[in-house]
């Protein structure tokens, strides 16, 4: 079984972080059920692909992780796109048109240490700027 990373952050900082060996999309979005306020946000739970990229060469082990991704290498990089959960729990309205994501619970694949770190600069990113969204399902 996979094991998939589950992020929990907010305005910008994680508070929650732990590596499952299950499907947990679910099961986080139950909890994010406990933490939502609807008479003050939307809830929101969406699946996109972020363009992860690795350092090059990769062991026959981090290879194998990232074979269904369909990797392609370029120069001293190997990209790919990363299936990420985003369960958004606290929206804020700013405008007509411009909401803010204040916190939410990502998850996606676990590959390794580095990704998990590009990851969670995606979730303190997600959680600090209001064009965050736009730029994740671009």
């Given amino acids: 079984m996979a094991e998939n990373l589950v992020i929990y952050c907010s305005d910008g900082k994680i508070t929650k972080e732990q590596i499952v060996m299950d499907k947990v999309v679910k099961e986080h979005v139950v909890k994010a059920l406990e933490l939502w306020q ?3 946000s939307d809830l ?9 990229e690795l350092s090059a060469p990769l062991s026959k082990e981090l290879l194998e ?3 269904a991704y369909a990797p392609v290498r370029k120069g001293d990089k190997v990209m790919f796109d990363l ?3 985003v369960i ?10 411009e909401y ?7 998850i996606s694949p676990y590959i390794n240490e580095e990704l998990k770190r590009q990851v969670e600069e995606w979730s ?3 959680t ?11």
Avoid: C, G, H, W
């Fill in 38 to 40: 609807p008479n003050e």
């Fill in 44 to 52: 929101m739970v969406f699946m996109t692909k972020n363009e992860a």
């Fill in 65 to 67: 992780r990232v074979r």
């Fill in 83 to 85: 299936p990420v959960y």
């Fill in 88 to 97: 958004s729990y606290k929206i804020e309205q700013r405008s007509q048109n």
């Fill in 100 to 106: 803010k994501d204040r916190a939410i619970i990502m």
């Fill in 124 to 126: 303190k990113e997600f």
């Fill in 128 to 138: 600090t700027s209001s064009l965050a969204a736009e730029r994740m399902s671009e």
